[in-house]
């Protein structure tokens, strides 16, 4: 059951001192064919492609970022091309929808457009008192969700304006999360008294917890933040499943969900308390984009703390993001060998014409490298 309503105010007073996370930064998942995805996530939903460059800890791989105009966090979908693992498995201990944020008046043209792109659906169908949700599947079978809330009114900042989607039903970034899990106490209990979020709802076996708005920072410097972290991507539903398998991790699975931190000060601190409460967290990792922190919450799912700067123009300006490869600087003497490894794929760019990436890729093939 929820706590009582003084419970929870007792909580956000606390989440308030504690300063936890402020919502979702970023999702990142599996798949299996670059330019499936590629193709899916910006023709079909209408996401911008943010960012082309490599896994880190797998540079022989892309990692391909999606997300409004800039890649604000609240907004980012990657994906972990790795074509040679099994397909995923649903079950319990993993991320089990990703839901985006559209209006509230955009569901007819959502499932006319599916229709038109013989993308199968299920929906819409009514969750909790205000929201109508639509269920469908990427290429990979990643489960997906499109949840029409009148709160994509404050999301205006979050529409790519130069996709096939028109304006007033472009997407709006995320809205939630799901976590399936065996048991949901646990689980619980690190998403409140560890990264901020207080429980707010309950439908049956679908428990929601959700930022507060109060957590939010308050100083001069922050203002800016505060505003456009306000009821943003900050809701997360864990679904209590005590007799389902667990899940298998593979093409077509969440790999990790990442938490947003304003600074590294604050990433710090919410590692020292995940540590204190028996946790294993990784050391501060440098993601170039973001800074990083790992660990599984009792459940099972890959938990990830990341700062909202640097941000995805610290090596592509604004109107060039996700046209060309980029690689880290401890990369790029790789680069030559690097491109021969990648398979080639065509990019989106704003005059929606084709570029396809590094023609040495393309010339490579045809001289019967396979």
């Excluded at 029409?148 to 304006?161: D, F, G, L, Q, V």
């Amino acid at each position: 059951m929820l706590e009582q309503p003084q419970h929870i105010a007792n909580r956000k007073e606390k989440n308030h001192d504690q300063r936890g996370v402020l919502g979702i930064h970023h999702v990142t998942a599996i798949t299996s064919d670059p330019q499936r995805n590629i193709d899916f996530y910006t023709s079909n939903l209408g996401l911008r492609f943010v960012k082309l460059t490599v896994n880190q800890d797998d540079p022989t791989s892309y990692h391909l970022y999606y997300g409004d105009e800039l890649g604000r966090p609240g907004t980012i979908l990657t994906f972990f091309h790795w074509p040679n693992i099994p397909k995923g498995h649903r079950g319990t201990g993993e991320v089990s929808a990703v839901s985006f944020l559209i209006p509230d008046n955009s569901i007819n043209y959502w499932i006319n457009r599916f229709k038109d792109k013989k993308i199968e659906f299920r929906g819409p169908h009514k969750r909790f008192e205000n929201e109508q949700v639509i269920t469908f599947r990427d290429p990979d079978g990643l489960e997906l969700e499109l949840v029409a809330h009148n709160s994509a009114e404050n999301r205006t900042a979050n529409i790519w304006k130069e996709g096939p989607i028109p304006i007033e039903h472009a997407i709006r970034g995320f809205y939630s999360v799901t976590l399936s899990e065996e048991g949901y106490e646990r689980t619980a209990s690190v998403l409140m008294d560890e990264l901020g979020f207080v429980p707010t709802r309950q439908d049956g076996n679908r428990f929601r917890y959700e930022v507060p708005t109060t957590s939010l920072p308050s100083s001069n410097e922050q203002k800016e933040e505060q505003e456009e972290n306000a009821r943003a991507a900050n809701i997360v539903d864990v679904l209590c499943l005590p007799h389902t398998w667990q899940a298998a991790i593979g093409i077509g699975s969440v790999h990790h969900v990442a938490w947003r931190t304003p600074t590294d000060e604050q990433q710090i601190m919410l590692r020292k308390n995940i540590v204190k409460t028996g946790l294993n967290a990784t050391p501060v990792i440098d993601r170039l984009y973001f800074h990083s922190v790992y660990f599984h919450e009792p459940g099972g799912v890959l938990f990830e703390i990341a700062t909202n700067p640097p941000g995805f123009t610290v090596d592509e300006k604004v109107e060039e993001l996700g046209t060309h490869l980029t690689l880290p600087k401890w990369l790029e003497p790789m680069r030559k060998d690097l491109e021969r490894v990648l398979p080639p794929v065509s990019l989106p760019i704003k005059d929606k014409e084709q570029q396809v990436l590094n023609k040495e890729q393309q010339q490579y093939r045809h001289k019967g490298h396979k």
